[in-house]
């Protein structure tokens, strides 16, 4: 039961389950599993590291998980960068959700990129690489087909800062709050926004919107 009293874990795993029946997405038992374990261990982690905002497991689940896996329906390709990844999400619910791709998660702090490395170890999700550094950093050989981001400040900076492997073929997936124009208007000339959507979210009421950019 990892952490969770019998009561809490069947609690749970009905609320795990209603949330990703509501999102659309259908799971196996075994998904179910993979997604107790993880959120188990965050909850864990978050007492010591702040890995998240709130110690509330279903706000976790609701404002975080679900919230990740509402780009779900969007992925292509069979490599899959998440970029500045922190406590896993988008990158890990997604991987749990498609176990056929390959997930790269990348971040530049030590004590979120230890817990990614547990959460793969304890979710058992081969299909997932962990890197400790900075994305303008980041070197691979590899064809990257698409790059998610949920936490980024800056869309000039954060294509700016993955310029060296994005192709003309990859896609860039970048989760947003408000959309403003101007941060628009000002990604560098060889990038463009080729298409805006408005995420809808049952499970929260936030305003949220999922950028799609390419390379020109």
């Given at each position: 039961?990892?952490?969770f009293?019998?009561?809490?874990?069947?609690?749970l795993e009905?609320?795990?389950?209603?949330?990703?029946a509501?999102?659309?997405?259908?799971?196996t038992?075994?998904?179910?599993s993979q997604?107790i374990?993880y959120?188990?261990?965050?909850?864990?982690w978050?007492?010591?590291?702040?890995?998240v905002?709130?110690?509330?497991?279903?706000?976790i689940?609701?404002k975080?998980?679900?919230?990740?896996?509402?780009i779900?329906?969007?992925?292509?390709?069979?490599?899959?960068?998440?970029v500045?990844?922190?406590?896993?999400?988008?990158?890990?619910?997604?991987?749990?959700?498609?176990?056929?791709?390959?997930?790269t998660?990348?971040?530049?702090?030590?004590?979120?990129?230890?817990?990614?490395?547990?959460?793969?170890?304890?979710s058992?999700?081969?299909?997932?690489?962990?890197k400790n550094?900075?994305?303008?950093?980041?070197?691979?050989?590899?064809?990257?087909?698409?790059?998610?981001?949920?936490?980024?400040s800056?869309?000039?900076?954060?294509?700016?800062?993955?310029?060296?492997?994005?192709?003309?073929?990859s896609?860039?997936?970048?989760?947003?709050g408000?959309?403003?124009?101007?941060e628009i208007?000002?990604?560098?000339?060889?990038?463009e926004?080729?298409?805006i959507?408005?995420?809808?979210?049952?499970?929260?009421?936030?305003?949220?919107?999922l950028?799609?950019?390419?390379?020109k």
């Amino acid at each position: 039961m990892n952490d969770f009293t019998k009561s809490t874990y069947l609690n749970l795993e009905s609320d795990v389950a209603d949330g990703l029946a509501s999102s659309g997405i259908r799971a196996t038992g075994a998904q179910i599993s993979q997604t107790i374990k993880y959120l188990s261990l965050l909850l864990k982690w978050n007492k010591s590291f702040n890995l998240v905002s709130t110690q509330d497991i279903n706000e976790i689940l609701r404002k975080h998980f679900l919230d990740s896996l509402s780009i779900n329906a969007y992925l292509s390709g069979s490599h899959i960068i998440d970029v500045g990844s922190g406590a896993g999400f988008p990158g890990i619910p997604l991987a749990i959700f498609n176990p056929d791709k390959q997930f790269t998660l990348i971040d530049s702090n030590g004590k979120k990129t230890r817990f990614l490395f547990q959460a793969k170890m304890i979710s058992e999700l081969s299909s997932v690489e962990i890197k400790n550094c900075r994305v303008e950093h980041y070197q691979t050989e590899r064809q990257i087909d698409m790059v998610v981001s949920r936490a980024v400040s800056n869309l000039a900076d954060l294509v700016a800062k993955l310029r060296h492997f994005v192709s003309k073929e990859s896609r860039i997936l970048v989760m947003k709050g408000i959309v403003l124009e101007k941060e628009i208007r000002s990604m560098p000339d060889d990038f463009e926004v080729v298409d805006i959507k408005r995420l809808k979210l049952e499970s929260i009421n936030l305003e949220r919107h999922l950028i799609e950019i390419s390379r020109k």
